[in-house]
């Protein structure tokens, strides 16, 4: 299992002649992500979901709070004492074209680290070779016409199971995919996401699927937990299925207003969700971080900061001071 609490991070952005000024990535995070289990970030670009999963991955440091991966809190390691325990969780990034060395056959990409994990575990040379062999067909490849390609030799949807592979060969815990179809051609999306379940089902490994596409998350982890992050901050959180079918929070119920509508299929909700702002990053706000944008702001949202709460007639926490169902989502037309 792997957990986070009070999770924050801030970054420094080069401004103009009057100097730099500092952006609030994450605001104070908690997660909990079970072994075997799912999870999914949700938001708009520049939300902290990307930020939050490099951290989770060892990746990007943390300005404060608390991470634990099985157990160990990584906090009081050595930075050195914790590569063994963030090893445990691979990323899958979201371009497989920059993702892989052009200049490296397919064995080359994965023979590096299997021949690390081979010394790690007393393993020869023969078991290097069957491993490779082994993680490309747990990804739907055959090891004998991969194997000695280069990447631009292979499809998108083929890299992109590649780096799913390259991943594998180190026994992962847990998979961050980051926005891992995003630049895969429609065709083969399905085909990697049904991948990323089945070694859910067949290896338990755990997946953190982000990404700004709800019906993806939706796919992969329709038992776990979703995270809606607003600008760093987490405003609604609960199971996947009951945070799409139910969502309080006005952010929530705008991202799930703007999903495309199959006409003649689907009628869309009765009360979709429209921020009345674009997004300014720019300015910090005193209150709640989606009051100038949200249609529904009182004068307190102004003033106060919401925190994440359960609240009676919420099923899922929530960051609003008021709270309320509305029918964003779209629905099967009747005879259909």
């Known amino acids: 299992m792997i957990t986070g609490t009070g999770i924050t991070k801030t970054f420094k952005q080069r401004g103009n002649v009057l100097g730099s000024r500092e952006v609030q990535a994450l605001r ?15 938001g708009e670009s520049g939300c902290g979901k990307t930020t939050l999963g490099r951290i989770i991955a060892g990746l990007e440091a943390y300005d404060d ?46 023979h590096a680290p299997l021949k690390l994990r081979a010394g790690q575990t007393g393993r020869d040379a023969r078991w290097i070779e069957e491993r490779a062999a082994e993680v490309l067909a ?19 949807g083929m890299r992109q199971r590649v780096v799913i592979a390259r991943a594998l060969t180190v026994d ?15 065709s083969l999306r399905l085909g ?39 600008r760093g901050q987490v405003v609604e959180r609960g199971p996947v299925d009951t945070v799409i079918a139910d969502p309080v929070h006005p952010y929530t119920q705008s991202l799930l207003s703007a999903i495309p509508v199959l006409h003649g299929l689907e009628e869309p909700g009765s009360q979709p969700v429209v921020p009345v ?54 629905r099967p037309m009747s005879g259909v």
């Open 277 to 330: 702002e674009a997004l300014d990053g720019s300015q910090e706000p005193t209150g709640c971080l989606f009051a100038r944008r949200c249609p529904f702001r009182r004068d307190r949202c102004e003033s106060e900061r919401p925190v994440l709460q359960i609240t009676e007639g919420a099923p899922q926490e929530h960051a609003c001071f008021y709270p309320e169902r509305r029918d964003v989502i779209a």
């Open 172 to 186: 992962p815990d847990m998979l961050v995919a980051d926005e891992a179809v995003s630049m895969i051609d429609v």
């Open 65 to 110: 709070g608390r991470i634990s991966i099985n157990g160990t809190e990584m906090s009081s390691l050595k930075p050195k004492d914790r590569q063994p325990h963030f090893r445990r969780i691979q990323m899958i990034h979201q371009d497989p074209y920059s993702a892989l060395n052009p200049t490296r056959t397919i064995h080359q990409t994965l």
């Open 192 to 230: 990697i996401l049904a991948l990323l379940k089945d070694l859910r089902e067949r290896l338990g490994v755990s997946v953190l699927f982000i990404t700004h596409d709800v019906a993806t998350s939706r796919y992969i982890g329709d038992d776990g937990e979703m995270y809606v992050i607003y």
């Open 28 to 42: 104070g995070v908690d997660f909990s992500i079970p072994k075997g289990g799912a999870a999914s970030f949700i």
């Open 138 to 156: 747990l990804v739907g490849l055959d090891p004998g016409s991969v194997l000695s390609r280069y990447p631009h030799q292979l499809s998108g």
